[in-house]
C-alpha cells in the first residue's frame, strides 16, 4: 500500500483553467502538507495542515486552496492557472515532534 | 530556522563510503538537524536526524560535531541507486516547517 498517494501524477492544462490535485495518507498522520518544486529544483513549504486546522499558510497566491475533508486528505485547488504555476507538486505527511516526512511522487503540472 | 550549507555536488566511487558535509554553524540548542534525499523524479525521502547524540540506522549514520555547528551524513556502503540530492535542514523543536536548500548532488560512480 502507498502511504501518500497523490492523483494525477501528471496534468497538463491551458492558462485560466481551474484544476485539483488529490492528496490522501494511510499512515494515520495528523498533519499534510503541500511543496512546490520549481524548474530550479527548490522545494518550498506552501501549506501545512494538522488535524484538519491550516497552521502553516506562506506566501502563496489566492488562487490556491487547500482542502482537508479529513485528516488523511489534504486537496490543493488551483483557480485561473499561469504559466509560473507549471512544476511539480508534492504532497507530505508527518506525525509527533520531531516531524518525520514522508512525501508522494509528485504531480507534474505543465500549464500551456 | 538556522540557515545550512552543502556543497553543490561530489562524486563517490561505488562500494566506498560517502561523507557528505552540511554547515550550519548558526544552529541553536533546540534546533535539530534532518537529512533527506531525492532521487530523481521521486519525492524526498527522510534518512536521519539527530540533535546532539551521533545516530545510525539502516540507511546512515550522522555526526554531529561536539559545537553543533556541523555534521556529516555518511552512507557506509555507496551504491549506484544512492545517487541523489541530498538536503541537509536544521528546523526547531515544536516547529513542523522544514525548509529545504539547494543540497548536495550526489553521484555515486561504478
Known amino acids: 500500500d502507498t502511504a501518500v498517494s497523490q492523483t494525477p501524477k501528471y496534468l497538463v492544462t491551458q492558462m485560466g483553467n481551474d484544476k485539483s490535485i488529490k492528496c490522501e495518507q494511510n499512515l494515520g498522520h495528523d498533519t499534510m502538507y503541500w511543496y512546490k518544486q520549481d524548474s530550479k529544483k527548490f522545494l518550498k513549504i506552501m501549506f501545512s495542515y494538522n488535524n484538519k486546522e491550516l497552521i502553516i499558510n506562506e506566501t502563496v497566491p489566492n488562487r490556491f486552496s487547500p482542502k482537508s475533508p479529513d485528516k488523511a486528505h489534504l486537496n490543493l485547488h488551483i483557480n485561473s492557472l499561469e504559466l509560473g504555476d507549471s512544476a511539480v507538486y508534492f504532497c507530505?505527511?508527518?506525525?509527533?515532534?520531531?516531524?518525520?516526512?514522508?512525501f508522494g511522487s509528485g504531480t507534474q503540472l505543465s500549464v500551456l | 530556522d538556522a540557515k545550512t550549507t552543502q556543497p553543490p555536488s561530489m562524486d563517490c566511487a561505488e562500494g566506498r563510503a560517502a561523507n557528505l558535509p552540511c554547515n550550519h554553524s548558526t544552529i541553536s540548542g533546540n534546533e535539530y538537524v534532518y537529512w533527506y534525499r531525492q532521487i530523481h523524479s521521486q519525492g524526498p525521502q527522510y534518512i536521519i536526524h539527530?540533535?546532539?547524540n551521533n545516530e545510525t540506522n539502516e540507511m546512515a549514520s550522522l555526526i554531529i560535531t561536539e559545537d553543533r555547528k556541523s555534521s556529516t551524513l555518511i552512507l557506509p556502503h555507496a551504491t549506484l541507486r544512492d545517487t541523489a540530492v541530498y538536503y541537509c535542514i536544521v528546523r526547531v523543536v515544536g516547529g513542523n516547517k522544514l525548509v529545504f536548500g539547494a543540497g548536495t548532488i550526489l553521484r555515486v560512480k561504478s
Open positions: 539527530g540533535l546532539k
Open positions: 507530505a505527511s508527518s506525525q509527533a515532534d520531531p516531524p518525520k516526512l514522508f
